[in-house]
């Protein structure tokens, strides 16, 4: 006969996947503040002369954003910080929220870092990055003439 610990209290299937997807989870998805960006979705597609990078980062305005070429790096950031404050007699009501991200991208050197641009529009960042001529791409072996 094997002798067992009598446990009276062992949580339900439920309540502990409700705890493990508490201790998993943001601050903001337990609370529920949808005012929070943190990694906006981005897609990147290839064209025969382009690429072009769609970034999602709706509520924003162009003047939020930065971007910027850090060594063989394109960086965006954007910050956005909204403020609102109402006095009704003896009351005052302030709101306050603040959302900010960054992301990076490599840059090799196929893409003409002089030639790219960006639009924002319908919350969708549109950067397009040139790819460079034919005519400037090097080979991958070169013969060196001796005089």
């Keep these: ?82 403020e609102n404050e109402e006095t009704e007699g003896r009351f005052t009501r302030r709101e306050f929220s603040y959302g900010s991200f960054k992301r990076s991208f490599h840059l090799d050197d196929k893409i003409n870092r002089d030639g790219i641009a960006a639009t924002y529009e319908d919350g969708v960042l549109k950067l397009t990055l040139p790819k460079k001529e034919e005519a400037e791409k090097r080979s991958a072996s070169q013969t060196i003439e001796i005089q």
């Design 1 to 82: 006969m094997n002798i067992t610990k009598f446990n009276p209290v062992q949580p339900s299937d439920s309540l502990g996947k409700w705890i493990d997807n508490l201790f998993h989870s943001t601050l903001s998805d337990v609370i529920g503040s949808d005012n929070t960006v943190s990694s906006p979705s981005v897609n990147i597609v290839e064209h025969e002369k382009h690429y072009m990078l769609d970034l999602a980062a709706p509520g924003m305005s162009k003047q939020d954003f930065s971007i910027s070429i850090e060594q063989d790096h394109l960086v965006i950031t954007a910050e956005k910080k909204t």
